[in-house]
């Protein structure tokens, strides 16, 4: 069993930034890839940014690129999600997942394991 325990949400002013952590407990970190998801109020749940194994390859969705950044320190077993440049739209509770394979890292139904999720809310 894997637990993910999402932290740094907050409420923030438009432009502004956060960065989110995902602490990882219960199983080796090192061989999984890693995934950040947001579910926005009245939305389904979306796809935001993604990370291998190695850290080498990283993954975002459009609407993202230029402002987040995720990474990882597999020695703190802890995946990041830095957040700048932050808008309205990104309101939203971000989730971070755990996938055993290295397959379609854009889709929810590849990770094996969920956080409890963290508000994130942009004011305008």
């Known amino acids: 069993q894997v637990q993910l325990v999402e932290s740094g949400g907050g409420l923030v002013q438009a432009g502004g930034s956060l960065r989110l952590s995902c602490a990882a407990s219960g199983r080796t970190f090192s061989s999984y890839g890693m995934g950040w998801f947001r579910q926005r109020p009245g939305k389904e749940r979306e796809f935001v940014a993604a990370?291998?194994?190695?850290?080498?390859?990283?993954y975002y969705t459009y609407s993202v690129k230029g402002r987040f950044t995720i990474s990882r320190d597999n020695a703190k077993y802890t995946v990041y999600l830095q957040m700048n440049s932050l808008k309205p739209e990104d309101t939203a509770v971000y989730y971070c997942?755990?996938?055993?394979?290295?397959?379609?890292?854009?889709?929810?139904?590849?990770?094996?394991?969920w956080g409890q999720g963290t508000q994130v809310t942009v004011s305008s």
């Open positions: 990370i291998g194994w190695s850290g080498g390859k990283t």
């Open positions: 997942a755990l996938t055993y394979s290295s397959g379609d890292y854009y889709s929810s139904n590849g990770y094996d394991y």
